[in-house]
């Protein structure tokens, strides 16, 4: 094929060819003015997917993407010949018609009279898709409606989003170079932090994800389900972390909301049960008063008639209060507790009373990876309480009760198995209902108040019986760990 090259040039060119194809980047020799290709290296035509012989003798400009690409190629060629020098990010054409992203660095050469430029083109593809998708990365970051922020490996806030300031009340620049601790509130535990770096620092996991409760600026406390990432090179060299925070304090309210609502749909019908049970007792109490007051009461029937005022007296004070916890319930008071040391208090408390457990065998069983986590433990500790001991009453002073807790798929559960009688056919739907009750004494309420206190924390009460084979009752609550 004719050289459109000086002949002098040529010859140098194929002394240095072998150096050019050895090139990464893409390499040609071309006339300044009309921009034909005098010699186009390896990497031109691999990356633009012509042969070699097919591109020679044809000008650079047909080979740009579009019109305006080719205008702009021609102003490069006029500053290069002008300047000296000059650089171009530009768009070529490859042979499938796909656009190839490039960045131009152009020489000016001359030799013989001959005006021509040295052209050195690096593929920006990969480059420009890693910058688009860093780029939409951190607008992700900026506009995402959670609370983020990332750091340095050392733990220094690096940047944070208008939702973690919307959250958290801290501005970029007060948070900017300050770490997490900003944040910590006085239900983190150091316990709590150690098996959270514990997981973060795994490579083998990476990640911590759990809910707890953070503190604002102004000092409120807020719960939030958190996730921490460690962000690794390609060597697993931690480069930092980022923390990702939902603002869970609505649902929160909504749960505490809907079953105070559900108590209140209730309090019709719970009046007129109410009276019932208080009009029985305060009869007793207003007899005995009478009998007390009497002048004919033999003094060995006034031991009785007293027993009778603390009894009635005790089981009136029963049925207000539980009328109230269930008409009234408390605000939930959300700090990291350990569902195993509430169950252990109250199988201890079985245990200390004889007369209650009879001969009644307690097995207890608590799951070792059950992490502490936000909860009312005063709350909770009355739920496990109501249903153990309608399960030992159940059994009526012998069989087995069987305790138990689990932690599976961002849950936690209590299991509390007995082998009395079970509940009766007809009586499993209405359990939860306030004073529906099988027993001869009781008000009726312990499991309506356990199963509200339940909801109010997300969580939900499963029961299951056959008749004369026992119930279970299974508590389980949210607790996200990992």
């Not at 040609?28 to 005098?38: C, E, L, N, P, R």
């Not at 944070?160 to 007060?174: I, K, P, Q, S």
Request: hydrophobic letters at 40%; one cysteine or more; proline letters at 3%.
């Amino acid at each position: 094929m004719e050289r459109i090259l000086p002949a002098k040039l040529a010859t140098l060119m194929e002394c240095t060819r072998t150096l050019l194809d050895c090139a990464a980047d893409m390499i040609w020799i071309g006339d300044a003015q009309s921009g034909v290709f005098y010699e186009v290296n390896k990497a031109v035509a691999r990356c633009l997917g012509y042969r070699r012989e097919d591109m020679l003798g044809k000008p650079a400009f047909d080979f740009y993407f579009s019109e305006s690409d080719r205008d702009a190629g021609r102003a490069f060629s006029k500053a290069v010949v002008r300047k000296g020098s000059a650089y171009l990010n530009t768009t070529l054409r490859a042979r499938s018609g796909q656009p190839l992203p490039v960045e131009l660095r152009g020489s000016f050469l001359e030799y013989e009279g001959k005006k021509s430029l040295l052209v050195i083109a690096r593929d920006m593809m990969g480059e420009t898709q890693s910058r688009r998708k860093a780029f939409s990365l951190y607008e992700a970051f900026r506009h995402s409606n959670d609370a983020v922020f990332y750091t340095d490996r050392n733990g220094i806030i690096l940047d944070v989003n208008a939702a973690f300031t919307r959250t958290y009340g801290y501005a970029a620049e007060e948070a900017v170079g300050r770490t997490p601790r900003i944040l910590r509130s006085r239900h983190s535990t150091d316990d709590m932090y150690r098996r959270m770096w514990e997981s973060i620092l795994d490579p083998a996991k990476n990640y911590w994800r759990g809910e707890l409760i953070n503190r604002t600026k102004d000092g409120r406390e807020i719960p939030v389900i958190l996730t921490i990432t460690a962000v690794r090179d390609d060597s697993g060299t931690v480069l930092g972390y980022v923390s990702n925070a939902i603002d869970i304090s609505e649902q929160v309210t909504l749960r505490s909301r809907v079953a105070q609502s559900e108590a209140l749909a209730n309090l019709g019908e719970m009046a007129a049960v109410v009276a019932h049970e208080i009009r029985n007792p305060l009869g007793s109490i207003v007899m005995a008063a009478k009998q007390l007051a009497s002048d004919s009461l033999a003094s060995e029937d006034r031991e009785a008639v007293r027993k009778v005022l603390k009894d009635e007296g005790t089981r009136l004070n029963e049925v207000l209060t539980n009328f109230l916890s269930y008409a009234r319930p408390r605000e939930l008071k959300l700090s990291r507790s350990s569902l195993n040391d509430i169950v252990s208090e109250v199988t201890q408390m079985v245990h200390s009373n004889p007369d209650l457990l009879g001969k009644i065998r307690v097995q207890l069983k608590l799951a070792r990876k059950l992490e502490s986590f936000p909860m009312d433990a005063d709350q909770i500790r009355q739920v496990v309480w109501n249903v153990v001991l309608n399960a030992v009453q159940a059994m009526e002073g012998r069989g087995v009760l069987a305790i138990e807790t689990e932690y599976a798929g961002g849950r936690a559960c209590v299991r509390i198995l007995d082998s009395g009688p079970g509940i009766p056919d007809g009586h499993l739907r209405d359990i939860f209902k306030p004073f529906h009750t099988t027993k001869r004494q009781g008000t009726g309420l312990g499991l309506a108040i356990a199963d509200r206190i339940i909801k109010a924390h997300g969580g939900m009460v499963d029961v299951k019986t056959r008749a004369g084979e026992g119930a279970a009752f299974t508590i389980s609550l949210p607790a996200v760990q990992d």
